[in-house]
């Protein structure tokens, strides 16, 4: 995939293609502490055998068969404690692509998971570099599944499973650097609400009574939105009382 996407204005006209690599969001982040690179650049390999998702989890990925890439940008126009907002648009991003290919059943699972229906369909791992409370540089890695046929976790599923069809990973990534560009560029200008209340309608079980955990203590309630930073915003039972989680501090039960 050593190519420039021509239908973008900057997202991926710098294109390395690793055949096999520990994971492209470590390639990407030491390619920026080395020797710096151009906003835009995409990282994708056919094979990253130890690919991070949040919380520390690997990605489960079969050689060939899924999207696997990171893609570097340089968000100086975002303080340190908007950094939720590259979440939202690379959430979105995805949705909007993915609903072109699965009009039902999309949803986006807080933070940035990508469910069709009740099964995983992607995942994204963002880190950042901060300087002076300003994002110096964002690193966004995703995973989308998509010609694999089986997986050891029964949550997940791929494109091909979903649709009964194989796809060319090349004109996905694509397509999907197309809309990754769109929704960044809306953030730069500045459409923040905007993007925030997609967002928002798009979040995966919102204003559904659900089981959640959060340390030892299991309870009921209801995802009511997010803080200005991104936290998880739940309304408890029984006493509708309004608790705030982060990445690591809350888990979805059936």
């Known amino acids: ?32 502490s080395q020797k710096g690179a151009m906003e ?15 919380r520390g989890n690997s990605w489960e990925a079969d050689a060939g068969k899924n999207l696997t890439f990171s893609l570097i940008l340089k968000p100086s126009f975002l303080h340190v404690q908007e950094q939720f907002y590259l979440t939202i648009i690379t959430s ?14 999309m949803a986006i699972k807080w933070p940035n998971d990508i469910y069709h229906f009740q099964k995983k369909l992607g995942g994204v791992l963002i880190e950042n570099s901060l300087k002076n409370n300003i994002l110096e540089w964002s690193v966004l890695g995703i995973g989308l599944n998509v010609n694999q046929s089986s ?25 999907l650097l197309v809309n990754l560009e769109k929704r960044y560029l809306r953030l730069k200008a500045g459409m923040r609400q905007e993007l925030r209340k997609e967002y928002l309608e798009h979040l995966y079980r919102i204003g559904e009574l659900h089981s959640f955990r959060s340390g030892s203590e299991v309870f009921q309630g209801k995802i009511i939105g997010i803080d200005k930073v991104g936290h998880l915003a739940i309304c408890t039972l029984p006493n509708d009382e309004v608790h705030y989680f982060g990445i690591k501090e809350i888990e979805f039960l059936n």
């Open 1 to 32: 995939m050593d190519k420039i996407f021509a239908q973008t204005l900057f997202l991926g006209k710098n294109v390395i293609n690793l055949s096999k690599c520990h994971s492209t969001n470590t390639y990407a982040t030491e390619l920026l």
């Open 40 to 54: 835009g650049t995409v990282v994708t390999t056919e094979h990253q055998i130890a690919g991070r998702g949040q």
């Open 92 to 105: 979105l991003a995805i949705y909007d692509f993915l609903t072109d290919l699965l009009p039902d059943g």
């Open 151 to 175: 997986f050891e976790n029964e949550k997940a599923t791929s494109l091909l499973l979903a649709t009964g069809k194989e796809f060319v990973l090349e004109a996905l990534l694509g397509n």
